[in-house]
């Protein structure tokens, strides 16, 4: 389900790629070429993009959190806007019966002048395995650092449950949040994981969140 409150990998033609942009600037969405990356199919089930205008880039990543205390935990795929987690994961039993993690991915973006932009569909890929009395929840958002408005997505397991699953949400038109007109900016992905096995501590139970992206964006003038 997603919530906007008060309100919050781009493919060949984002990163490091832009010399491919001979291309008139424009707005809207258009289809691209996912290319080759080895990454799950599901999770760039026709992705459509509006295409950068020259200048844009991803100048630097950085991670953290109780979920990636390493930068090895995460890979970031830039051409694709997805960050795939290697390390967030919670089960039981080990450690107490109500446990959270999370996981923040930073990427500050250069935006070039006049224009701005927003992401219009957002992707999550979780698995879980429960046993019978146990709950979990993952909670995605997808933020500009220093806006107050951000796009939440949350999904909730309970046991008994065990399967995978990647879920894709689109942002309605009058919801969309943009980044700030023609100044750099940091976009974020933030993953929260919460396993709770208060009702049956003896009980197995994982869950995971494996991948968020941005599948869907919009650019605009300004």
């Not at 020259?54 to 979920?67: D, L, M, P």
């Not at 949040?177 to 501590?201: D, H, M, R, Y």
Request: aromatic residues 8%; charged residues 25%.
């Amino acid at each position: 389900m997603l919530s906007i409150h008060t309100f919050l990998k781009a493919q060949a033609a984002l990163l490091g790629l832009l010399a491919s942009l001979g291309a008139p600037d424009r707005e809207g969405d258009e289809p691209f070429d996912a290319g080759d990356s080895g990454a799950e199919p599901e999770l760039e089930s026709e992705p459509l993009e509006a295409k950068p205008p020259k200048g844009f880039a991803i100048e630097s990543v950085t991670v953290g959190g109780s979920g990636c205390p390493n930068d090895s935990d995460v890979t970031v795929e830039k051409k694709r806007f997805r960050a795939v987690y290697h390390t967030m994961v919670l089960k039981n039993p080990q450690g107490p019966a109500l446990q959270s993690t999370h996981c923040v991915v930073s990427l500050s973006l250069r935006i070039p002048e006049g224009w701005q932009f927003a992401p219009a569909e957002v992707g999550i890929r979780t698995s879980a395995d429960l046993a019978d009395r146990i709950t979990a929840r993952v909670t995605s958002k997808y933020f500009f650092a220093g806006d107050p408005l951000s796009v939440t997505l949350k999904r909730e397991f309970r046991g008994k449950y065990d399967d995978e699953e990647v879920h894709f949400e689109k942002i309605p038109e009058d919801s969309l949040v943009w980044s700030p007109c023609g100044e750099p900016t940091i976009f974020a992905f933030n993953a929260s994981l919460q396993l709770n096995a208060t009702k049956n501590e003896d009980g197995n139970g994982e869950v995971r969140v494996k991948a968020q992206r941005i599948s869907r964006w919009r650019w605009r003038k300004c």
